[in-house]
């Protein structure tokens, strides 16, 4: 079993830059893939990025790319979700995930261990 914890949510002017990071508690840490995920007030919860678990291999999706960059630190059990240029649009609540599968894990409601999730606001 893995718990999740994230935190760094907050508010931030666009343009502005904020780090979240989730905390992972458990063992087996670097075999699995980890994710970013986000949900905004009346929408679905859409993907943001992924990291496979020794961090060679990173996925975007195209709202986030050039901005977002996702790592890891497994000597940590922590995954990061840098976010700079923060759009009006970014505005959500941020969710990591853990699943064994990275192709899983990348189905938005397919990850096997979630966090309970970070809100994250941007004033325009």
């Known amino acids: 079993q893995v718990q999740l914890v994230e935190s760094g949510g907050g508010l931030v002017q666009a343009g502005g830059s904020l780090r979240l990071s989730c905390a992972a508690s458990g063992r087996a840490f670097s075999t699995y893939a980890m994710g970013w995920f986000r949900q905004a007030p009346g929408k679905e919860r859409e993907f943001v990025a992924d990291?496979?678990?020794?961090?060679?291999?990173?996925y975007y999706a195209d709202s986030v790319k050039g901005r977002f960059t996702i790592s890891r630190d497994n000597a940590k059990n922590t995954v990061y979700l840098q976010m700079n240029s923060l759009k009006a649009e970014d505005t959500a609540v941020y969710y990591c995930a853990a699943d064994k599968s990275m192709q899983r894990l990348r189905q938005v409601g397919h990850g096997d261990y979630w966090g309970q999730g970070t809100q994250v606001t941007v004033s325009s």
């Open positions: 990291i496979s678990g020794l961090g060679g291999i990173t």
